[in-house]
């Protein structure tokens, strides 16, 4: 009956389909998907009801409301510089970088308004009473030690807050433009002190290079000198022997001959000749080469004979 009078009237037709996409609009409107590494704050008219997780929920109209989205994921905040002072009354420029991660999504939207804002403030005033307990020399060598108080010290404030501080860095240190100068001179200063210390070192090097060289040089050469007359003894050596055997081989044959005395008497003669060639002024003339040399010369007188 109630479709038949809708059917004969075009008005609530209309109105009927306005009121159908308008629910189904609402309807649409209140399913809400978390993504992943997300949390989404849930209020009930107006106070906290809930804490959504990845995956599909489904919202109460008009009653109630997605209050925040709070990413789990770990941020990087980077702060401008600060300035600071040591304890020795220097001031310099500090930029910090942190690394957090939210923990709790209910106490990072509840425990503290705008907590980014908040985390920059507690970082600097962390910073200033950091450096102000160090001189500068350990401030400019010391950023390990300040990283590891300063990630203490905010992980320790902000865990009210939900929030979690993992890593702190000091990214830049700056000093004073007449510490830069003083500091640059120092390390040109240094750097032409190693560069005399590397060329003395290369200078020393290379005389004691030379003078290892000559040193072998020298005792090569004397290696070869004596190599040398070694070698030259050896052959005199080799070469007597030689003689020494040629002369009893000679005196072997000449013994396994059996020579008359003629023979032995003539080759007295010819050594005496030989001996005579010489330079000696003085010769003393054996019996036996004597009477060899009367009886050439009676062999001479017969022959002309």
């Given at each position: 009956m109630l479709l038949a009078v809708?059917?004969?009237s075009p008005l609530p037709v209309i109105l009927f389909v306005i009121l159908a996409i308008f629910v189904l609009i609402v309807l649409a409107s209140c399913v809400t998907i978390v993504p992943?590494?997300?949390a989404f704050i849930v209020e009930r008219l107006g106070a906290y009801s809930g804490t959504w997780e990845t995956g599909l929920h489904f919202r109460i109209p008009l009653l109630e409301k997605v209050a925040n989205k709070v990413t789990l994921k770990e941020r990087v905040s980077d702060f401008p510089p600060q300035p600071v002072i040591t304890k020795d009354n220097v001031t310099m420029q500090i930029d910090t970088v942190i690394y957090f991660q939210v923990t709790d999504p209910k106490l990072f939207t509840y425990g503290v308004v705008h907590p980014m804002a908040a985390i920059e403030n507690l970082t600097a005033t962390t910073l200033r009473?950091?450096?102000?307990?160090?001189?500068?020399d350990q401030t400019l060598t010391s950023r390990d030690i300040i990283n590891t108080k300063m990630r203490t010290i905010l992980d320790e404030a902000t865990d009210p807050w939900g929030i979690k501080i993992n890593r702190v860095e000091l990214k830049n240190i700056i000093p004073p433009k007449e510490i830069q100068d003083a500091m640059?001179?120092?390390?040109?200063?240094?750097?032409?002190r190693r560069e005399a210390i590397l060329r003395a070192?290369?200078?020393k090097r290379s005389a004691v290079l030379v003078a290892e060289g000559e040193k072998e040089a020298t005792i090569l050469r004397a290696d070869a000198s004596r190599l040398a007359k070694i070698a030259e003894?050896?052959?005199?050596a080799e070469a007597l022997l030689k003689v020494q055997t040629a002369l009893a081989e000679g005196l072997k044959l000449l013994n396994d001959a059996a020579p008359t005395d003629s023979v032995v008497k003539i080759k007295a003669l010819e050594a005496f000749a030989k001996a005579a060639d010489g330079k000696a002024t003085k010769i003393i003339i054996p019996s036996e080469i004597q009477g060899i040399a009367g009886l050439a010369a009676s062999a001479k007188e017969v022959f002309k004979d």
């Open positions: 809708l059917a004969s992943q590494a997300s009473n950091i450096i102000g307990e160090l001189e500068l640059e001179r120092q390390m040109k200063a240094e750097r032409e070192e290369g200078e003894a050896e052959g005199e």
